[in-house]
């Protein structure tokens, strides 16, 4: 073996840097095909997101139509994620360019990732807590609750969909049908009642993630990669949000729709949407 010992531009000698350096980057033994890589995972997605628009179209355009009662009737339309990233379907549909103004995003922190990633797990398997939230929220008769969770399982999920109907509330369901049946009766994440999303919503959108959410496989790694959860949740909710706004414009009322704050006039046109909304949404 060569031990010539030249400096780096750090100060390490190449026999340190050797010595430092991961055995997963050494390329001379393992070759990495980004392309591929890419090129694979783009078709799984895009195999499971034409999946969804093949089989939920009726269940997308009845959930707009109730969107679409409320913002006409200048409504609010609650949005919630109850469980680690699937905080991030109610985001994706809040306060967004091209979204409707209406949308009133329940971010709770006891789920939320950024207060901790087990702290999160923990809340949202807590019999109890999503009655909580719901309540905390001031949700009664007549309003209309969004409810998003890849799995469809969790305790604070189903105890938010079971307080909801109680108050009187109406609820689009977004989760992964075969998930929660395929999902074991005894598997600790689940509420006390075995329910799943599916069973106690209105209107339900199957999301269709898979057992484990990872999609991906590659040669040498023994546990599967890629995540499409987030793709899912986030394509349903936007084609939920399009088609809504379309069914506003068709009935011959006016869509309120945030324009991006970085393109020209957009602080302008939010301004008087603030104005209507800002003490009626909770977290503007």
């Known amino acids: 073996m060569n031990r010539r010992t030249t400096r780096s531009r750090a100060g390490a000698t190449d ?14 033994t393992h070759i990495v095909n980004t392309a591929e890589i890419m090129a694979t995972y783009l078709e799984i997605v895009q195999d499971h997101l034409q999946a969804i628009t093949a089989t939920e179209t009726e269940a997308i355009t009845a959930a707009a139509e109730l969107i679409a009662d409320r913002v006409i009737a200048d409504q609010l339309v609650y949005a919630y994620g109850p469980g680690g990233h699937s905080n991030l379907a109610a985001q994706e549909v809040f306060f967004r360019a091209g979204g409707l103004v209406n949308v009133s995003a329940i971010l709770d922190g006891g789920t939320l990732l950024s207060n901790g990633a087990l702290r999160s797990m923990a809340m949202e398997r807590l019999p109890g807590y999503g009655r909580l939230v719901i309540d905390d929220n001031g949700l009664g008769e007549g309003d209309l609750l969004i409810l998003v969770n890849a799995y469809g399982i969790n305790a604070a999920l189903i105890d938010s969909a079971i307080r909801a109907r109680e108050l009187g509330v109406e609820l689009i369901g977004i989760s992964s049908r075969s998930h929660g049946d395929q999902t074991a009766a005894s598997h600790p994440a689940r509420h006390p009642s075995k329910l799943s999303l599916h069973d106690v919503v209105d209107v339900h959108i199957d999301c269709k993630v ?5 999609v991906l496989t590659l040669d040498g ?34 869509p309120t729709i945030w324009r991006s704050a970085n393109a020209p006039q957009g602080d302008q046109h939010n301004a008087t949407f603030l104005k209507r909304f800002q003490d009626r949404v909770r977290w503007l």
Not at 15 to 28: A, G, K, T
């Open 221 to 254: 790694v023994p546990d599967n990669v890629g995540a499409v959860s987030t793709f899912s949740n986030a394509f349903v909710l936007n084609c939920l949000m399009a088609t809504a706004i379309s069914t506003v414009a068709a009935r011959g009322s006016s």
């Open 15 to 28: 026999v340190e840097c050797n010595r430092l350096r991961p055995p997963y980057s050494r390329l001379d």
């Open 210 to 214: 898979p057992i484990g959410d990872a």
